[in-house]
């Protein structure tokens, strides 16, 4: 008969605990991260030029296309497109996506 009380109320008493500890940590009920947007700045290139945000050239994806066979293709570094496609990423490379590519200054 005793044990029909004592199990429920360690129960609640662990699951309590384990919730205590949990917003303290911040799992639960923690402040939100800020959001932090990067922002395009210019950037040496392969070539030795270098890439404002503004001067680019859009470049169509086509089947087969990797995001390193685009910068080979036209001479820049991937981190370079990165940099003027902060939302694409090689999961994301699909067929008739609209890719921003560096044109380097001479």
Known sequence: ???RVVAPVVFLVAVVILLSIAVQSGVIGG???PV???TPTATKTK???TVKPTNYKVYVVKS???LSGIAVKFDTSTSAIELLNPKLSSSTLVVGT???VPKPIP
């Open 1 to 3: 008969m005793v044990a």
């Open 31 to 33: 402040k939100a991260e």
């Open 36 to 38: 932090v947007t990067p």
């Open 47 to 49: 070539s030795g030029g």
């Open 64 to 66: 087969g296309d990797t």
């Open 98 to 100: 609209k890719v921003k």
